[in-house]
Each structure stands twice: as C-alpha cells, then as structure tokens.
C-alpha cells in the first residue's frame, strides 16, 4: 500500500499531465468529446475544457505542495478529499445533464477520470487513518512517558 505522501505526490502529476492535456488541447478535444455544439454555462465547449485544464493545474498544484510539506495535516487531505468528492459529483452531473451531446469518446473520458479519481480519494483516505493513528499513538506513547516520569518521582 503506498503512503498518502506517495499518493499525494502521484495525484499530483496526473493533475500536471491531465490539467496540461486539457489546456493544450481544449479545441481538439472539443470535437472529439462533443457530438453537436452545446453551450456550458455560458461556454464553449473549448472554453469550458481550456478553463477545467486551469482548474486542475491549480488543484494539482494545492495537492503537490501538500505531499511535499514535512509534516501532512489532517485538514489538508481533507480539502483535496472534498475537490475530490465534488470532481465524481460533478462527472455524474455532465453525464446526466449532457451525456446526450457527448460522443462515446466524452463519456468514456468523464468515467475514467471520475473512476481515477475515485481510486486517489480511496488510497488518501486509507492514508489518512494511517495518519491519524499514528498521530493518536505518539500522543499516547508521550502520555505514558510523562505519567512513568510522575511515578518514579
């Protein structure tokens, strides 16, 4: 099982890659994705793509500062946890709300990043108990030491 800063770290990347291909080519994938020009939120589908390209750079970004920082914190994993949660949200509502306009390809594209995504919140998740365990047992083994100290005073 790989630690939740390895997990973190390999997020990270696929947020670089995944973020970069989205960005570069937002008009190609446009055409690939789409069966027929819909408007998304105001957007084209090349625009929505370009600006969601954005989005995930900068969450790649957040994710990959928090695996480097010396010490993870709780509250930390729990953000990227939450975008998470709202990324397979937000895939299942495309599909339902748009699925009609979309080429196999598109849905196929939505699904695999939301099962992809969906495999990172398990493994943080795992990691994250892992952490807070540890946590609770350094309390614990400080806690022993200071009541021994107590008692051989």
Known sequence: MPSLRTTLLVDSVVCFIYGAVLTIAARSLSTVFMNTTVSLLGYSPEEALRALGLCVLGIGLYV??????????????????????????????LLAWFGNVLSWVGVAFVISGA???????????IGLRSLQRNRTDFIRGDLSIELQSLDSD
């Open 115 to 125: 099962v992809a995504v969906f495999g990172f919140m398990i493994f943080e998740l």
């Open 64 to 93: 990959c500062v928090v695996g480097y920082t010396k010490q993870i914190t709780s509250i930390a994993v729990w953000l990227v946890i939450g975008i998470e949660v709202i990324w397979i949200t937000g895939s299942m509502l």
